[in-house]
T-cell receptor, first 115, second 117 residues
């Protein structure tokens, strides 16, 4: 069965420092991977996705993610964090087989960027 | 960019009443929409997949008679919580897949917070 793991409930980083939010996945075959961000009492906003091609994917608001097949990871990164980046981040993978139309989400990681 | 709206954004109702939540794709057509439920500090749980012109597909454990879904047009899906009870209180989020675009991307609405007293 497909699954996504976000091992950290919360990540704390100082403003201006680089940030990493971790995600690992478990699927058979080639994964379709996504990152979404959720601000308080709001829906999810799409950040970026990996379907195929370059392992380094660039997305919105200066975020990027690196697909690593050998480590089955898709960590979200940003070179310099902003206080406004503080939010809840979800990694997701597209379902397979009969569930190809669905997104399977990780538990989420809360990012706190301190001034 | 693709925009999905939800109405209402917040609703409070009495136990036993029914509540309807609308999900609209504003600038694209969506043959497929999804309904999620999110509990505090938890991830999204897919409730059902809504297909335009056909019956919704419900996830295991979701009562289809309690959570009625209608997807009558390419831009509108509705979720009706029938005979709501306090345990139905939650944050409900819809998403839509752009029929004419890259299908892998789902666009999410801002969510509806339901409180059942």
């Amino acid at each position: 069965a497909q699954s996504v793991a976000q091992p950290e409930d919360q990540v704390n980083v100082a403003e201006g420092n680089p940030l990493t939010v971790k995600c690992t996945y478990s699927v058979s075959g080639n994964p379709y991977l996504f990152w979404y961000v959720q601000y308080p009492n709001r829906g999810l906003q799409f950040l970026l996705k990996y379907i195929t091609g370059d392992n380094l994917v660039k997305g919105s608001y200066g975020f990027e993610a690196e697909f690593n097949k050998s480590q089955t990871s898709f960590h979200l990164k940003k070179p310099s964090a902003l206080v406004s980046d503080s939010a809840l981040y979800f990694c997701a993978v597209r379902g397979q087989g009969g569930g190809y139309n669905k997104l399977i989400f990780g538990a989420g990681t809360r990012l706190a960027v301190h001034p | 960019g693709a925009v999905v709206s939800q109405h209402p954004s917040r609703v409070i109702c009495k136990s036993g009443t029914s509540v309807k939540i609308e999900c609209r794709s504003l600038d694209f057509q969506a043959t497929t929409m999804f309904w999620y439920r999110q509990f505090p500090k938890q991830s999204l749980m897919l409730m059902a997949t809504s297909n335009e012109g056909s019956k919704a597909t419900y996830e295991q454990g979701v009562e289809k008679d309690k959570f009625l879904i209608n997807h009558a047009s390419l831009t509108l899906s509705t979720l009706t919580v029938t005979s709501a009870h306090p345990e139905d209180s939650s944050f409900y989020i819809c998403s839509a897949r752009d029929s004419g675009g890259v299908w892998e991307t789902q666009y999410f609405g801002p969510g509806t917070r339901l409180l059942v007293l």
